[in-house]
């Protein structure tokens, strides 16, 4: 196991990785949260690592009656393509997209740092549809939340990890929730695969 530092209690958390600490039962095992939101009212973000495999965005655009099930067909790939999460355990039948700065709704877009933003209103799918939307992005359904300084004591209690966000792991399609956690450590240092698994089996 090889760890360059420590982590700490940031100041704000916005637009960086929690990562669940090996072998902690938390409210997301082995996850890998992007902050979003962070301030003395509390805190936010998207679990990056739980896949919907049972539905596909363009089954959530039919769903959502954007297109139609003959528009489907001439959706580019790289919509198509786009990876639904189960992104959190508050308001999961709510939807958000976590996407790159080239796109903006005025009102309804929240940047959050220089390359990330997210939008929660239906003009941003719609866009997608037609080929408008931003050149990245994830459908996240539903968020991870806390309260004040809830996130600050979980760290602290040694349940989350921290470190500067990656947007290309942040947006990277990946089935396997496993793969995107061990590089997100990675990025912390923790490198030893032996370790790992005997933290996540303990």
Known sequence: ????????????????????APGKDGVAPRGVIYVCQHSPDGAMGFVLNKPRPEITFPQLLQQLQIVTEDDVIGL?????????????????TRGFVLHTRD???????QAIDSNVAYTGSMDILHAMARSAGPQRAVMALGYAGWGPGAIETEIRSGDWLFCPADPDLVFE???DPGRK???ALELIGITDIRFLHKQGTA
């Open 1 to 20: 196991m090889t760890i360059r530092s420590a982590t700490p209690v940031h100041t704000s958390l916005e637009g960086g990785f929690l990562v669940a």
């Open 103 to 109: 796109f903006d709704s005025e009102g309804q877009t």
């Open 173 to 175: 399609s990946e089935t």
């Open 76 to 92: 580019p790939a790289q919509t198509a393509a786009i990876q639904v999460l189960d992104a959190g355990f508050v308001e999961t």
């Open 181 to 183: 956690y061990s590089r």
